[in-house]
């Protein structure tokens, strides 16, 4: 290497985006009819209370993870974008081998929260107490098994086919294993179980693949040389404590709400809550998986192409999400109650109320899709914590004030406030980093 960049050819970047979405919504589309299966089998076998029981433990363990984890893949898509440009694979291997050591040191520290958790607040959970130690087996494996270092490798090396086979796994299994409980005898430690064995399959493969890929800079060799990383580097220290904050303040907004339903009103009430929320979450992660796909495209266009382009590539997309949310909450508000009532019967036609916030708070999610990365790609990360900070501030004002009213609706519409405010403020955060982009001639 001669310390200089490597000249970077043009690029189609919304086709690349749409291109990867592809491959993603794909798998996803697989993915959301198998989830729809199960998501059925769940609610009806369980019945109401013992589903809020499965929605308690699941969102409990999913908290934890947010906790734990770092969200290693944004920080490999960030800062390796640049080496894989330069083709500077030692560097690459550096960079992978700080975020194989992070995660890892944040599962350790995620399993002896979840311990802290269950055992010692475990009550205020209004779990019953025979779920405790299958609460806690069950956050350990998730928390092993959502370690974001290979699909960070598998997303800056553009191969968003691969991530597309192995997250199939997770689906399959578990429409496979609800198939077997349903026949055998719904419980929910059969249901807790057949989620964490396929998340933990799919986690193995996922390494694997990733280790295949990039071969040549996941020697071992490369581990270490930290200090080296660090200057290769620069400002990843920020970038991986802001990115982990962004991340452990979204899953309070995420995974908060139904765990204060919980504590607020009953375990049934908490089922209710899940069942909308989990149609609500699936346009959340269509939003999560445009993210996706769109931060690599925005690193290597905020490093490539002329500010006009790139501002040019992020209109493009948040005009295409603004209107996929408009469309999401329509959907939601005219069909919500028959899809409820088709999936979980008629004791779930209560949820529909609540499904309305959240589909508001999911299309606010939406039509901000392209703003967070394009903070992380251009180097300020800081505002779209300071924005997911507002947000947190504003859900538990909104919750504490609302929920005396006695119903989970209330809380949806907290949530559905607190993602009003982090749209409108990313909004006017994207705004002023486009237009200064535009002064400076390129990226700030």
Not at 21 to 28: C, F, P
Not at 52 to 63: D, I, N, P, R, V
Not at 291 to 297: I, M
Not at 405 to 412: A, L, N, Q, T
Request: with cysteine; proline share 3%; glycine share 10%.
């Amino acid at each position: 290497m001669d310390g200089q960049s490597t000249p970077v050819p043009a690029r189609n970047g919304l086709l690349n985006i749409v291109r990867n979405l592809a491959w993603i919504l794909g798998g996803k589309t697989f993915g959301a009819i198998c989830s729809l299966v199960y998501l059925a089998v769940l609610a009806r076998s369980l019945g109401l209370r013992d589903f809020g029981h499965f929605s308690l433990l699941f969102g409990t363990a999913q908290a934890l993870v947010a906790i734990a984890g770092f969200q290693t893949w944004q920080t490999l898509v960030r800062f390796g974008a640049r080496h894989r440009l330069d083709g500077d694979e030692a560097a690459f291997g550096r960079l992978i081998w700080f975020c194989t050591f992070a995660d890892v040191g944040g599962a350790i520290t995620g399993c002896a929260i979840a311990a802290l958790v269950y055992y010692g607040f475990g009550s205020l959970l209004e779990l019953n107490p025979q779920y405790i130690d299958l609460g806690f087996l069950f956050a350990c494996a998730l928390i092993w098994a959502r370690l974001t270092t290979p699909s960070g490798i598998v997303r800056v090396l553009d191969r968003f086919d691969v991530g597309t086979y192995v997250e199939a796994i997770v689906p399959t299994g578990r429409l496979i294993a609800s198939g077997i409980i349903l026949a055998t005898g719904p419980s929910v430690a059969k249901f807790v179980f057949a989620w964490a064995l396929f998340d933990l399959i799919a986690a193995a493969v996922y390494w694997i693949m990733a280790r295949r890929l990039a071969s040549d800079a996941f020697q071992l060799r490369h581990a270490g040389g930290w200090r080296q990383m660090l200057r290769e580097n620069p400002g990843i220290k920020g970038f991986f404590g802001v990115t982990y904050g962004a991340t452990t303040l979204d899953a309070v907004v995420k995974q908060g709400p139904l765990l204060a339903v919980g504590y607020f009103f009953s375990t049934s009430s908490a089922g209710l809550y899940r069942l909308a929320d989990q149609l609500a979450q699936g346009v959340k992660q269509f939003a999560v998986l445009v993210a996706r796909a769109v931060l690599p495209e925005f690193a290597v266009s905020s490093i490539a192409d002329e500010a006009t382009r790139f501002a040019g590539l992020v209109r493009s997309v948040t005009r295409i999400a603004a209107l996929a949310g408009i469309v999401v909450l329509l959907i939601a508000v005219l069909f919500g109650e028959e899809v409820l009532v088709l999936i979980g019967g008629d004791d779930y036609a209560r949820a529909a109320i609540v499904l309305i916030p959240l589909a508001f708070a999911a299309a606010f999610e939406l039509a901000s899709v392209s703003y967070e990365p394009l903070l992380y790609s251009t180097g300020n990360a800081g505002r779209a914590l300071q924005m997911r900070a507002a947000a947190v501030v504003t859900l538990v004002i909104a919750v504490l004030a609302l929920h005396s009213d006695g119903s989970p609706v209330e809380i949806g519409w907290a949530v559905a406030l607190a993602m009003g405010v982090f749209y409108l403020g990313m909004s006017l955060s994207a705004w002023i980093i486009l237009r200064r982009m535009r002064h400076q001639g390129g990226p700030s």
